[in-house]
C-alpha cells in the first residue's frame, strides 16, 4: 500500500494564479482531510468528505475548494491564489479512528 | 468547541533525559486522544491513541494516561534518544457525531542533544 499520496510537493505561484493540490488514498476510507500547517498554528482543517460526492467545509475554508469524485482522491483547488495561503498543506484519510497524513505539499505564493 | 492546548516548545534535552509534553484538552462529548509525531520533511505519523478515561497509549518507549478528571493527555518517555527529535502534536477526535473530525494542538519541538 501507498497509503497517502500527495503531488506536487513545492510549488511556488504568484498572486491570482490557481492550481490544484492532489490528493489520493488506496486504503478504501471513506473519510477525508485537507489541512494546512502554519508555525505557531498547528493544524487548521480546511475541507473534509466523509464519502464521494460528499465534502463539507472546516476550520479556514475561505480561498479553497474541493470535490470527491472517487473514494480514492480528493484534490483541494485553489482559484485565486493569496500570500496568505502561504502554507504547508496535508492531506489525511482516516479508517479504524485513526488518520493517516500524506508527506505534504510546500506551497510558496508570491 | 472543542479544543487542544499544549506546551509551547522548543523542549531541549539531553539523550536519555526524561521527557514530559503536557496536554490539556477540552471537549463536549467523551474524545478519543492521541499524540502524532512529525519528522523534519515528512507529514504526521500516529505514535500513540487512547479511547478512554483511564486507557493508557503506548509506542516505541512512549506513554500518555487519558485522565477525563484533569482533561489531560501528557506524553512521557523515560529516557530520550538523539532519534525522537521531532515535532509532537497532541489531538482529539470526537468521533460519537460520526465525522472524525479532528482538533490539533499546536505541536511542541523537542530537540534531543547527544
Known amino acids: 500500500n501507498a497509503g497517502v499520496t500527495q503531488t506536487p510537493k513545492f510549488q511556488v505561484l504568484k498572486t491570482g494564479q490557481s492550481m490544484t493540490l492532489q490528493c489520493a488514498q488506496d486504503m478504501n476510507h471513506e473519510y477525508m482531510s485537507w489541512y494546512r500547517q502554519d508555525p505557531g498554528m498547528g493544524l487548521r482543517l480546511i475541507h473534509y468528505s466523509v464519502g464521494a460526492g460528499i465534502t463539507d467545509q472546516g476550520e479556514v475554508p475561505n480561498g479553497y475548494n474541493v470535490s470527491r469524485s472517487t473514494t480514492e482522491d480528493f484534490p483541494l483547488r485553489l482559484l485565486s491564489a493569496a500570500p496568505s495561503q502561504t502554507s504547508v498543506y496535508f492531506c489525511a484519510s482516516s479508517g479504524r479512528g485513526v488518520e493517516y497524513f500524506g508527506p505534504g505539499t510546500r506551497l510558496l505564493v508570491l | ?114
Not at chain 2, 472543542?2 to 509551547?8: A, C, F, P, R
Not at chain 2, 504526521?44 to 500518555?64: H, P, V, Y
Not at chain 2, 506524553?75 to 472524525?100: H, I, M, R
Request: net charge negative.
Open chain 2, 1 to 114: 468547541g472543542d479544543s487542544v492546548t499544549q506546551m509551547e516548545g522548543p523542549v531541549t534535552l539531553s539523550e536519555e533525559a526524561f521527557l514530559t509534553i503536557n496536554c490539556t484538552y477540552t471537549a463536549t462529548g467523551y474524545p478519543s486522544l492521541f499524540w502524532y509525531v512529525q519528522y523534519p520533511g515528512e507529514g504526521l505519523q500516529l505514535l500513540l491513541k487512547a479511547t478512554k478515561a483511564d486507557d493508557k497509549g503506548s509506542n516505541k518507549g512512549f506513554e500518555a494516561t487519558y485522565r477525563k478528571e484533569t482533561t489531560s493527555f501528557h506524553l512521557e518517555k523515560g529516557s530520550v534518544q538523539v532519534s525522537d527529535s521531532a515535532v509532537y502534536f497532541c489531538a482529539l477526535s470526537d468521533q460519537t457525531s460520526g465525522t472524525y473530525k479532528y482538533i490539533f494542538g499546536t505541536g511542541t519541538r523537542l530537540k534531543v542533544l547527544a
